[in-house]
Nanobody, 125 residues
């Protein structure tokens, strides 16, 4: 199975940018699709973006489309979420998640079996 560790969260002013990283270990990284999810206080965990095992297919939540970019480097066992034009509604704990190769839609949270510990992103308005 794969282990995931997120980094790169922090405090940023509205309009700013952050880059989150997800480091994977313990298994063959290219066997897994990768997703980013976020959870704001008192709210459910929501889909943000996902990238398939090869990096050829990506999807985004409507709320982040055009502002966030997901990427992966299978040679380095890492994934990233570049976030631009951040606003207060982006404040949340961000989680990297992985699932073994699957044909299920990549925005389905239940399809992800492996999760990192999360990294806090706080955007001040």
């Amino acid at each position: 199975q794969v282990q995931l560790v997120e980094s790169g969260g922090g405090f940023v002013q509205a309009g700013g940018s952050l880059r989150l990283s997800c480091a994977a270990s313990g298994s063959i990284f290219s066997y897994y699709d990768l997703g980013w999810f976020r959870q704001a206080p008192g709210k459910q965990r929501d889909f943000v973006a996902a990238i398939n095992w090869s990096g050829e297919s990506v999807i985004y939540a409507e709320s982040v489309k055009g502002r966030f970019t997901i990427s992966r480097d299978n040679a380095k066992n890492t994934a990233a979420l570049q976030m631009y034009s951040l606003n207060a509604e982006d404040t949340a704990v961000y989680y990297c998640a992985a699932r073994y190769l699957s044909n299920v839609d990549m925005d389905l949270i239940q399809s992800y079996a492996y999760w990192g510990q999360g990294t806090q992103v706080t955007v001040s308005s």
